[in-house]
């Protein structure tokens, strides 16, 4: 009786002076530094991840993980190959490489999951994941243009660039395609080249030039360019848009339209030009030059025409110098009217004409030759 009441009254003071018996440490433990990361959709995030023993018996483990999102893949290599188990030596480690494929289609926000390590002695441990979606998930085709509005005149060439997005999970073969307005001409380029088509690999993006003219005789006006990059299973479409100001076209010639007139060789003769503003949009700083015969000159009254409004004309006189040693002939002198935009020519055809002067001069001679003649048969005609 004595012996349990002292049995008891030890048991009683070994619990109140608060003696435990320690606790065992975990043989296992997964280490990696960077468990929490930031990612877009479609990533691929590689975890270097360290499982140690801290005991001194092998341990061989398995792996699996914990709330790892429906859709989200991932592989457990070591050494380049994909493994099931892994033994580690007593006190030892060995190295793991976790990677997880987020899908394209998944939605912002924060995602927390584990990875499990179970070993056969039926110990396990886990190591706690983050990762941060940092914008909006999709499945598609994107299509988006840096720049989509262009501003120029009818005889302009206008550059686009585009760029195409395969937000899927497989290589896309897409054919491009556009629906411009009837006389334009488009042309897709990259890489220097004109392509019809361009192939993507999953959730890769690629840059595409476009070239768009319009039609000689466009008029001026706001045109839209539908574009299109299209696959058997998906597509995407953007709209390109080319202003036009207007089509800039210029003609010189006369008011009666006549691109002839004679000349005295040594002589002056004033003509009067016409230049007209065939097109849409006004014409500014137009010079007035001519390229004429050797020794020939010619001067405008007014050499720069400020500006001219479509439509309309103005009225020039240029003054042609022969020179004074020309020859009776045709000659040829060519005008021109120079705009930044445009330009114009007109050929003359000039005809010379000796001097009235030289007419008489040659009548002189003429009888002067015929006097002396007449004097010499007078005289020695009867011997």
């Given at each position: 009786?004595?012996k349990?009441v002292?049995?008891?009254?030890?048991?009683?003071?070994v619990?109140?002076?608060?003696?435990?018996?320690?606790a065992l440490?975990?043989?296992l433990?997964?280490?990696?530094?960077?468990?929490?990361?930031?990612?877009?959709?479609?990533?691929?995030?590689?975890?270097s991840?360290?499982l140690?023993?801290?005991?001194?018996?092998?341990?061989?483990?398995?792996f699996?993980?914990?709330?790892?999102?429906?859709d989200?893949n991932y592989?457990?290599?070591?050494?380049g190959r994909?493994?099931?188990?892994?033994?580690v030596?007593?006190?030892?480690?060995?190295?793991?490489?976790?990677?997880?494929?987020?899908?394209l289609?998944v939605?912002k926000?924060?995602?927390?999951f584990?990875?499990?390590?179970?070993?056969?002695s039926?110990?396990?441990?886990?190591?706690?994941?983050?990762?941060?979606?940092?914008?909006?998930g999709t499945?598609?085709?994107?299509l988006?243009?840096?720049?989509p509005?262009?501003?120029?005149?009818a005889?302009?060439?206008?550059?686009?660039q585009?760029?195409?997005?395969?937000?899927t999970a497989?290589?896309q073969?897409y054919?491009?395609?556009?629906?411009?307005p009837?006389?334009?001409d488009?042309?897709f380029?990259?890489?220097?080249n004109?392509?019809?088509?361009?192939?993507?690999?999953?959730?890769?993006?690629k840059?595409i030039d476009?070239?768009?003219?319009?039609?000689?005789?466009?008029?001026a006006?706001?045109y839209?360019?539908?574009?299109?990059?299209?696959t058997?299973?998906?597509?995407?479409?953007?709209?390109?848009?080319?202003?036009?100001?207007?089509?800039?076209?210029i003609?010189?010639?006369?008011?009666?339209g006549?691109?002839n007139?004679?000349i005295?060789a040594g002589r002056?003769?004033?003509?009067?030009?016409?230049?007209t503003?065939?097109?849409?949009?006004?014409?500014?700083?137009?010079?007035?030059?001519?390229?004429?015969?050797?020794?020939?000159?010619?001067?405008?009254?007014?050499?720069?025409i400020?500006?001219?409004?479509?439509?309309?004309s103005e009225k020039?006189?240029?003054?042609?110098?022969?020179?004074?040693?020309?020859?009776a002939?045709d000659?040829?002198?060519?005008?021109?009217?120079?705009?930044?935009?445009?330009?114009?020519?007109?050929?003359?055809?000039?005809?010379?004409?000796?001097s009235?002067?030289?007419?008489?001069?040659?009548v002189l001679?003429?009888?002067?030759?015929?006097?002396?003649?007449?004097?010499?048969?007078?005289?020695?005609?009867r011997?």
């Amino acid at each position: 009786m004595r012996k349990k009441v002292l049995v008891l009254l030890l048991a009683l003071f070994v619990g109140g002076i608060g003696i435990h018996t320690p606790a065992l440490a975990a043989s296992l433990t997964l280490f990696t530094p960077y468990t929490g990361v930031s990612v877009t959709p479609g990533e691929t995030v590689n975890y270097s991840v360290e499982l140690i023993n801290n005991s001194s018996s092998i341990q061989t483990t398995t792996f699996d993980t914990s709330n790892l999102p429906k859709d989200w893949n991932y592989t457990i290599t070591s050494d380049g190959r994909e493994i099931e188990q892994l033994s580690v030596k007593g006190n030892d480690s060995q190295e793991i490489n976790f990677e997880v494929q987020v899908p394209l289609k998944v939605e912002k926000g924060k995602y927390q999951f584990k990875l499990i390590a179970q070993a056969n002695s039926g110990e396990s441990t886990s190591l706690p994941f983050l990762i941060n979606i940092t914008e909006q998930g999709t499945f598609k085709t994107e299509l988006e243009a840096e720049q989509p509005n262009m501003e120029g005149h009818a005889g302009s060439t206008f550059s686009y660039q585009v760029t195409l997005k395969n937000r899927t999970a497989d290589e896309q073969h897409y054919a491009l395609s556009s629906a411009a307005p009837k006389g334009w001409d488009v042309q897709f380029k990259a890489d220097g080249n004109n392509i019809t088509s361009a192939t993507l690999e999953p959730n890769s993006t690629k840059d595409i030039d476009i070239e768009i003219k319009p039609p000689e005789k466009v008029k001026a006006d706001t045109y839209k360019i539908p574009i299109k990059a299209a696959t058997n299973a998906t597509s995407a479409s953007t709209e390109l848009e080319a202003v036009i100001t207007g089509n800039y076209e210029i003609k010189l010639s006369t008011p009666s339209g006549k691109l002839n007139t004679d000349i005295t060789a040594g002589r002056e003769k004033t003509i009067e030009l016409q230049i007209t503003n065939s097109g849409t949009a006004p014409l500014r700083q137009i010079e007035l030059d001519g390229e004429m015969p050797p020794n020939w000159d010619i001067t405008f009254e007014q050499k720069t025409i400020q500006k001219i409004e479509p439509g309309q004309s103005e009225k020039v006189k240029a003054t042609i110098k022969a020179d004074k040693d020309a020859i009776a002939g045709d000659y040829v002198a060519v005008l021109k009217a120079t705009a930044p935009e445009a330009s114009s020519e007109a050929t003359f055809r000039i005809s010379v004409e000796t001097s009235v002067l030289w007419g008489f001069v040659g009548v002189l001679i003429i009888l002067a030759v015929l006097a002396g003649m007449y004097y010499l048969f007078k005289k020695y005609g009867r011997r």
